[in-house]
Nanobody, 125 residues
Framework: QVQLVESGGGLVQAGGSLTLSCTASGPINMMAWFRQAPGKDREFVGASGWDTLNTPITDYADTVKGRFTISRDNARNMVYLQMNSLKFEDTAVYYC??????????????????WGQGTQVTVSS
């Protein structure tokens, strides 16, 4: 059982930046970020890992592409989400998720058996 712990959430003004961190208790193939705003379903933000051919994958939701960047420190089993040009609509609880799967379903939350506790990101307009 792998445990994930997020940190780095907080309050930021629109246009500002914030970096989230996620530490896994062991090595993970695919690590992803999801978010859930009040009254809305949990949605995919981005993911980083390797496919079945050991080809690196980094992918983002269209709503954050160009503003958010995922990076990994595999030696420390960590993944980061650098969020720039934050908008009010980015306000949500952000979750780190992990799976050993090498498939193509990394955009779907049911692909991930391991989840962090979530960290609140609030963007003031």
């Amino acid at each position: 059982q792998v445990q994930l712990v997020e940190s780095g959430g907080g309050l930021v003004q629109a246009g500002g930046s914030l970096t989230l961190s996620c530490t896994a208790s062991g090595p993970i193939n695919m690590m992803a970020w999801f978010r859930q705003a009040p009254g809305k379903d949990r949605e995919f933000v981005g993911a980083s890992g390797w496919d079945t051919l050991n080809t690196p994958i980094t992918d983002y939701a269209d709503t954050v592409k160009g503003r958010f960047t995922i990076s990994r420190d595999n030696a420390r089993n960590m993944v980061y989400l650098q969020m720039n040009s934050l908008k009010f609509e980015d306000t949500a609880v952000y979750y780190c998720a992990g799976t050993m799967s090498e498939g193509d379903n990394y955009r779907f939350d049911d692909e991930y058996p391991y989840w962090g506790q979530g960290t609140q990101v609030t963007v003031s307009s």
